[in-house]
T-cell receptor, first 115, second 114 residues
Framework: EPEVTQTPSHQVTQMGQEVILRCVPI?????FYWYRQILGQKVEFLVS????????KSEIFDDQFSVERPDGSNFTLKIRSTKLEDSAMYFC?????????????FGDGTRLSIL | GDSVTQMEGPVTLSEEAFLTINCTYT??????LFWYVQYPGEGLQLLLK?????DKGSNKGFEATYRKETTSFHLEKGSVQVSDSAVYFC?????????????FGKGTLLTVNP
């Protein structure tokens, strides 16, 4: 069964550094998402992406965040200048259809640790 | 805005015990409801879903019924196994919003002992 893959599984970065989290969505999916989960808290929506542009973003997704689909297969989340509070598990998800009753498929996540 | 409230964990049960994890929601539109499961070291997997009132989602012996009148979607299983040990997330997508982003509850850690 096709799956969403995320790399790396764990990223350790110094505060203030840039980090890029990578995702390969399921190949025929059209809608892409990033979520994050701070330890002990809810999984939170960050951003959705369709047709090479952001379709919705949350308040969390400020100017230090950006997303890109550079080559038609990868979907990346960049954090420009990391802060301690960016430490979290980041999940990528993809969906074939933009319908509320269709499930999103998730990767295994990248654990980001900011020192 | 939309929100999901689920039972605080952790929940510890013996094998073959009955499981209930409570989930209630608030939504501006008519949501679709989901349970996702996260096994240790893995990502979120869809467990079951229900898209309209009184629908029952079921999978792997788990069930949940969409109750519009009580805005609930409680997860149940009649006889849990050790392999069911995982974190369970209740979630919704709201037809009143755009892009159908998922709104999650905090997750409930279930541990099943042999």
């Amino acid at each position: 069964e096709p799956e969403v893959t995320q790399t790396p599984s764990h990223q350790v970065t110094q505060m203030g550094q840039e980090v890029i989290l990578r995702c390969v969505p399921i190949s025929n999916h059209l809608y892409f998402y990033w979520y994050r989960q701070i330890l002990g808290q809810k999984v939170e929506f960050l951003v959705s992406f369709y047709n090479n542009e952001i379709s919705e973003k949350s308040e969390i997704f400020d100017d230090q965040f950006s997303v890109e689909r550079p080559d038609g297969s990868n979907f990346t989340l960049k954090i420009r200048s990391t802060k301690l509070e960016d430490s979290a598990m980041y999940f990528c998800a993809s969906g074939l259809l933009r319908q509320g009753n269709q499930p999103q498929h998730f990767g295994d996540g990248t654990r980001l640790s900011i020192l | 805005g939309d929100s999901v409230t689920q039972m605080e964990g952790p929940v510890t049960l013996s094998e073959e015990a009955f499981l209930t994890i409570n989930c209630t929601y608030t939504a501006t539109g008519y949501p679709s409801l989901f349970w996702y499961v996260q096994y240790p070291g893995e990502g979120l997997q869809l467990l079951l879903k229900a898209t309209k009132a009184d629908d029952k989602g079921s999978n792997k012996g788990f069930e949940a019924t969409y109750r519009k009148e009580t805005t609930s979607f409680h997860l149940e299983k009649g006889s849990v196994q050790v392999s069911d040990s995982a974190v369970y997330f209740c979630a919704l997508t709201d037809s009143g919003g755009s892009n159908y982003k998922l709104t999650f509850g905090k997750g409930t850690l279930l541990t099943v002992n042999p």
